[in-house]
C-alpha cells in the first residue's frame, strides 16, 4: 500500500531574465522635453501627444514633418522653442527625448537629464538610454508594446502587423467600456471571484461580437448572471482540466482559460511543470500528486480538498495529465463534487495516447491493419495486474491496445497476452514522457518490450502501445537505434547536421 501523502502547496518558478521591464507611462498633462525636431522626432512628439504630454521641442530648425504636427497635435500641445536645449530646461520635465547627431551631443544630454532625475530616451543611440520605444499596437485604452531589446525592429514590426490584423479595432470600444464599468464592478456585492467571473464573461462578449457598441444592457445581463451564480455553492467551483501530455503548446484554449482564472489549482504529479506558465500567477498551486509505488495523497483526501475550497468560494482547477477522463479518477471527483451541490466541470485534453502517436506519426486505427483501440491500465487498485483484463481482446491481432501505468506489470501482462494467443513477434513500443523534449522511445515486440523498458529504468511517465499498426515505427526506430555509432566530427560539421 503507498505511503500517505498530504497536498502541499508548489512553489512557482521564478520569472525567467526581461531584457526589458515593460512599463506605460501615464503622461496626461505632464511636459516632456524633445531636444531636436527632425523625421525621427517628429514621430515621438505624435506619440507622446497622443499619449497627453505637453511637449516642449528644443531645436534651432524644426523638420516640416514637426512643424505640420505642432500645428495639429493629436493629444497635448507641442511647442517649438527655436533654440538650444539647456539644463534648466530639464527641471520638473516627466521625459527627456533626444534627436542628437553625435555622441557627444547625445552624452551631453543623457547626463544632464539624469542630472535632474528625468528618465531619458536618445533616438537610435541605445547606450544613452534610460528606456526604449517599442512597436505599438493601439485600440486604446487597449495598449499592446512590443520590444526586442533593439536587437531585431523588423522582428517587432512583423509581430506588431500580426496583431494587427488579429485585434480588431472594435476592441478599443470595448476596453473604454471596461474602463467606464470598472468602479461599477469594484463597489459591486460580488465577491472578487465573481468580479474576476465578471470580466472573463465581458472578455468573452467582446471576443464574439468585437465591432459592436457595448451597452448598458450588457453590464446588466453580466451582472445579473454573477449575481445568480454568486448564490450557488458560494460562488466556487470546480473545473477538471486536462493538462496533455506535455507539450504546453497542446493545451486547449478552453483548458488555458482555466489555467488563467483559477484561484487555487491542484495538481498531478504527471503534469508537465511548463504547463503552469500558461496559469494566472496570483493562483495558489498545490501538489496532490498521486504517484504509483510511492507517496501519493489519498483520492478521498483530494476530493474532501476540492469540495471545501469551493465552497469556500474559489474557483478550483483539478489539473491532470493527458484526458481527465482516461484513467485520471474523473468519475470520482465528479461524484464528489456533485454529491456536494458544487458545480463542476470538465475540460477534455489531449491525451497521452494521441500525443505519443502524433510524435511516432503512427496511425493508431491504419484501416488495413487495426480496426480497433482500447485503452487499458497495467495497475490495478492494489498495485497490481488488474484480474479483470480481456485478454482475448488484448490478443485480437486487428487491435491496437495503449497500455497506462506499465511499468511494473508490464512483464505479467505481456506473458498473459502471450498466453492467450498474441503473437511473440507483435509490435510494441514504450513512449517515455510523451511530447516532451525529454521524450524517449523504446521499441520492440510484446515479447521484449518488458526487459527493454526495465533496462531504462525511465523516471518519467510511460505508456506501452502493442499492435500491427506499430510496424513500421517500431521497425523506423529498432533501425536508428541499431545503426553503428559515426565517428566524431569537428564542431562545425555537427553543428550544420544537427536536427531541426
Known sequence: MNNPRMPAEAKPPRMARLARLPV????????????GATAPAAWKAELLSAAGAEVDVFALDASDEMVALASEPPGGAIVLHMRAWNDDDLIGAAMAIGALGSDDAAERFAAAARAAGVPVNVIDKPAFCDF??????????????????????????????KLEALIPFGFARWAEAARRW???????????????????????????????EPEPSDYDRLMAQMQDQGTKA??????LVGAGPGD????TLRAVRALQSADVILIDDLVAPAILDFARREAKKMMVGKTGFAPSCRQNEINALMVSLARAGRRVVRLKGG???????????????????????????????????????????????????QYVTAHGADGKLPS???????????TTTVVYMPKRALAALAARAQAHGLPQDTPAI?????????????????????????????AHPVLVMIGRALAQAAQRRQQVTSTPALPPRSPASSASSRPR
Open 234 to 239: 458560494g460562488g466556487g467551483s470546480v473545473t
Open 132 to 161: 526604449s520605444f517599442g512597436s505599438i499596437v493601439n485600440r486604446s485604452p487597449l495598449v499592446i508594446g512590443i520590444s526586442t531589446d533593439g536587437a531585431a525592429p523588423v522582428f517587432a514590426q512583423a509581430i506588431r502587423a
Open 388 to 398: 479483470d483484463i480481456d485478454w482475448a481482446s488484448l490478443a485480437d491481432p486487428v
Open 323 to 373: 484526458d481527465p477522463m482516461i484513467f485520471g479518477r474523473a468519475g470520482e471527483e465528479i461524484a464528489a463534487c456533485e454529491e456536494a451541490g458544487v458545480p463542476v466541470e470538465v475540460v477534455p485534453g489531449i491525451s497521452a495516447a494521441q500525443g505519443a502517436a502524433s510524435r511516432l506519426g503512427v496511425s493508431l486505427s491504419h484501416r488495413k491493419l487495426a480496426r480497433r483501440i
Open 430 to 458: 514504450a513512449v517515455v514522457a510523451a511530447t516532451r523534449p525529454e521524450q524517449e522511445v523504446i521499441a520492440g515486440t510484446i515479447g521484449d518490450i518488458a526487459p527493454k523498458l526495465d533496462e531504462a529504468a525511465p
Open 248 to 251: 504546453p503548446e497542446l493545451l
Open 24 to 35: 506605460f507611462f501615464g503622461l496626461a498633462g505632464k511636459r516632456v522635453v524633445l531636444a
Open 182 to 212: 470598472r468602479d461599477a464592478v469594484m463597489s459591486s456585492a460580488l465577491p472578487p471571484a465573481a468580479r474576476r467571473r465578471f470580466w472573463q464573461l465581458f472578455t468573452a462578449t467582446a471576443l464574439n461580437d468585437p465591432n459592436r
